[in-house]
């Protein structure tokens, strides 16, 4: 039997061989189907490719690390910030100082790394997927595919990276308590003791995006029993704190509130300050607005339903005409055609592509097993299947139409991946910031 869809009179196809829905961020599938017949003329099989992002650096247990390029330019900063220090503490160094200091950016974001690395194993340990890590401009992030299933997980989750960034802080310390303070070492381990505890407080702050922001919701989700009712309270307070960091930071340092001396209005040392502080700011807000956005987004889900989206099939033979399967389908309502064996099994799928690539004029002499491709294990899918269970089936085998079955195994019709890609960016358009 094949399986295809049946496109609308005048209308392309707007999905590849290979292109997948998309949910939350969440990686594409490689693999790819093959057909056992040709393609329209002109069109050529494409592979789907996951966006990296930057640099693949490495696959630590099996998750791709990434850097962007906007490391580089963070990388520069730190270099140059911390040689100016290094030059008031060890101004024997010279230039040196600045070979130093790019060591220390090196090393810096290698303990980045580990606090990421302290999320994944966590994550992997829950069996939760993650798509990749990421080292990127003011620290990193990992990309975990799915929400943890109770609080308690997602407790744990959020906080192993804290706490292996207080866990460095203090071998960093301890390391300084064995070494002379005014030498290379001693400077960069004290560096390096600062910078992980500044990235453990900061990240223990109470609002989404950040650790703490996850902390919080899962305690405010175990309190009222929602995960929802968590997020919206970790979202809004990220918003608050975002808003606190725009106007504080730039007042604190300009009163002299981190203990140093206060600097005026308009001086270069301010307006980074502020500058910083925007970056911060904007960074948080907008983390915490998207948190937001994809948990009201997942209340959306379940109303993907493979039942409803699914586009009746009329069965025919495999030696059918196409013009004359087209003709059956038309006559029924119908706008995907199941090809059946002797026994009336399904055995391919004739995708919506195909169809279009053949002429009008050509398709009385074109049978529909010449559209064929081969029904692969997961492209029979349940028509009970809704929301993120769907989503995630759909992604395990990368194709552009799937046959729909009932739990008796009988055929209920053909589901189009475009009309799920449809149906979901209609839910995105329909969930409010």
Not at 371 to 399: C, I, N, W, Y
Request: charged content about 20%; hydrophobic content about 45%; aromatic content about 6%.
């Amino acid at each position: 039997m094949i399986v295809g869809t049946i496109p609308k009179k005048g209308c392309e196809p707007r999905i590849r061989r290979g292109d997948t829905v998309e949910n939350s961020g969440q990686r594409q599938s490689d693999s790819g189907g093959s057909d056992r017949t040709t393609e329209p003329e002109g069109e050529k099989p494409q592979r789907p490719r996951e966006a990296g992002g930057g640099f693949l650096m490495g696959r630590p247990f099996g998750v791709p690390v990434y850097v962007s390029p906007s490391w580089f330019l963070v990388a520069a900063l730190i270099t140059w910030v911390f040689g100016g220090q290094l030059e008031r503490v060890l101004p024997e160094l010279g230039a040196a100082r600045y070979i130093v200091s790019l060591f220390f950016a090196v090393a810096f974001y290698a303990s980045v790394l580990v606090h990421e690395l302290a999320h994944t194993v966590a994550a992997l340990r829950f069996k939760l997927p993650v798509r990749r890590i990421q080292l990127q401009f003011f620290g990193g992030v990992s990309e975990i595919e799915k929400e943890s299933e109770t609080p308690g997980r997602e407790f744990v989750l959020a906080f192993v990276g804290p706490l292996l960034s207080l866990i460095l802080s203090g071998l960093f310390y301890l390391g300084m308590l064995l070494v002379e303070p005014d030498t290379v070492v001693g400077v960069l381990l004290a560096g390096l003791m600062i910078s992980n505890l500044i990235v453990a407080a900061f990240n223990l702050l109470p609002g989404l995006p950040l650790d703490g922001g996850r902390m919080l919701r899962a305690v405010v989700w175990k309190i009222s029993g929602k995960p929802m009712t968590g997020t919206i309270a970790a979202a809004w307070t990220g918003r608050a704190l975002a808003v606190a960091v725009l106007v504080g930071l730039p007042l604190a340092t300009q009163t002299g509130g981190f203990g140093d001396e206060a600097e005026g209005f308009g001086s270069v040392d301010s307006l980074t300050d502020a500058l910083l502080a925007a970056i911060l700011a904007a960074i948080i807000w907008t983390g915490a607005g998207n948190s937001l956005r994809m948990a009201r987004l997942r209340e959306r889900l379940p109303d993907l339903r493979a039942r409803t989206l699914t586009r009746r099939a009329v069965p025919v033979a495999a030696d059918t005409p196409l013009s004359e399967a087209l003709r059956r389908a038309n006559e029924a309502g119908a706008r995907a055609l199941v090809v059946v064996d002797g026994q009336g099994a399904p055995t391919a799928v004739v995708r919506e592509a195909a169809i279009v690539g053949v002429p009008e004029h050509r398709r009385p002499w074109v049978a529909v097993s010449g559209l064929a491709q081969d029904l692969k294990e997961g492209m029979r899918v349940s028509a009970e299947l809704t929301g993120e269970e769907l989503l995630d089936t759909l992604r395990a085998t990368p194709a552009t139409e799937y046959l729909v079955v009932e739990d008796t195994g009988e055929i209920y019709g053909v589901l189009s991946t475009a009309d799920v890609e449809r149906a979901f960016v209609a839910a995105m358009a329909r969930t409010p910031s």
